[in-house]
């Protein structure tokens, strides 16, 4: 009896590991390929498996969220510098805001002269836990750089690692 306790105890432990391995596999880390994700909008569908080839600005904000809304800007303004720059066709933006309401984001991207056509609005709070669990986003919203091989490189970038990816393309 002792030995089936044995047995059954290892078995659980080895199941538990393999578990807890595959979790971490789906989820944003620095260097491992980022999670699948598939946004839409009206008559507008993005996927960042789509995106590969190109580099990929990705920004989880809210209008609750101080930080993750001046990180938007902070983005939005490095993205609007690069309309006359060669390299603004290898960079994709992707804005996803959190909020309760569609309305309250449409209001916030017109208020801060947001770019409407790369935001993209998520309301059901399922689909929002599966997002803050699957980019690791426990404490607050974030903003990530992947590159065109679909690795995570960089979380909340500063406005120059933002250059450096311009520098990059030069």
Known sequence: MKKLSILIAGLAIMLLSVSAFSDKRREAALGNQVPSLVLGESDSIVSLESLKGKWV???????????????????????????????????EFVSVNLDRSKRLMQEIVKLDNLDSDSQFHISDPSEEIELRNAFRMNEGLRTFIINPEGVLVEADPTYESLRAIVRRQA
Do not use: G, T
């Open 57 to 91: 600005i990705l920004s989880f904000w809210s209008a609750a969220d101080a930080f993750s809304r001046m990180s938007q800007n902070e983005v939005s303004r490095f993205s609007k510098s690069l309309q006359d720059d060669d390299s603004a066709e290898r960079i």
